[in-house]
């Protein structure tokens, strides 16, 4: 049996179940997903855009896909405390794939915002969710988008009404946590009306002793006028394979910041697909990896600039030891009409052993002629003479290549416009490079 064929099967054989714990604007894309995933199937190892990321391997497991939605004997807001403190966040919880409402946070937010669960939002306002859901993460482009709209029973969702600004961040924590090897499949959908405003912070954690894949499709939109910033930090273990897609329409004068940071994981592959359809539209894209033992992590972007005056800024870090490998494709498109367009596509890379490896691809397709664009990569080790003079100055080797390792980084995490999670990830990073830190040591989850 080929890995696509034992999710068809699941699927075909439990069709009813699926549909019955979800919606109808979520069912109704369910028939093309599944005829999408039948013709495509995963992604080829090999292929343009997985050169290097074997999907068909890391799905090929028989894990288990809670249709049923059992629910964990788990309250997180007992055994979470987040290690960002003073941030103030309203905190919402996935356990898996499900959104936790048994216990909500007591927020006050402005009239007509919705924060909370996506069957829950598809059932309230399902003229609103058949205008957003599946329009910006097409099945037909990705087989991975096609399996998780086909299997998807719940997420995450913030609608923000026409000029509301959101000044409190929101928070949502996926917890992975199962006895038996899992299969989760979220959804985010963000809408932000004209000029609206909001900040989200998603963090990821899952337990070491099992086997957890993830599948995770994110859609953001963001109309005339309007701020978005999307921040995602994955804190998982070595036996986690996340497969996340970031996709992104911005109109006319709207901002977006997506900041994607990768602490600890197993297998990551971050997908990122930005449009700016509107002129004046300002996108910044940063991610950023610190990896060793065996982890990878693979970051593919495509980046379209469709209409005039617009800016991207797009900057992508890896620091990888051991016999960790990180991997960078990205494309930025310019359209014939999107004159006057800026654009810059920066691609960074540390090795720190001579086992590490590092594949990057960076890429600018441009069809207009009144532009200004740029793109690069580089990969080197520390610098030899940078250790040695900090040696001179009574600094050991071990913290010389640490503070270098930070120093190397520091330019992703000030893209932050949170100052107190921007400086929470100053500290977490730096004690990922000490080997103090694997995960959030806020989260009981995962640890003790």
Known sequence: MTSEQQYIDLFTRHEETVCRHASPVMNALRANALSCFKQSGFPIAGSEDYTHTDVGQAFAPDC???????AFAVNPYDVFRCDVPNLSTALYFMVNDAFYDKELPKVAFPQGVYVGGLKNFTLLYPE???RYYGKAANAGTDGIIALNTMLVQDGFVVYVPKGIAVERPIQLINIARSNTALLANRRMLVILEEHASAKLLVCDHSTDDVRFLATQVAEIFSAEGAAFDY?????SSESTARFSSVHVKQAAASNVLVNGITLHNGLSRNNYYIELEGEHAEATLCAMSVLDKRQQADTYSRIIHAAPHCTSNELVKNVVNEQASAIFSGRVRVEKDAQKTQASQTNRNLCLTREARVYGKPQLEIYADDVKCSHGMSTGQLDEQA???MQSRCISKEDARMMLSVAFTADVVEHIRLDILK?????LVEKRFRGELAKCSGCKLTHG
């Open 231 to 235: 921040y995602d930090l994955e804190e």
């Open 423 to 427: 400086d929470r990830l100053h500290t």
């Open 387 to 389: 250790l040695f003079y």
């Open 64 to 70: 288990g896909v809670n249709i049923n939605r059992l």
């Open 128 to 130: 609103i969710a058949a």
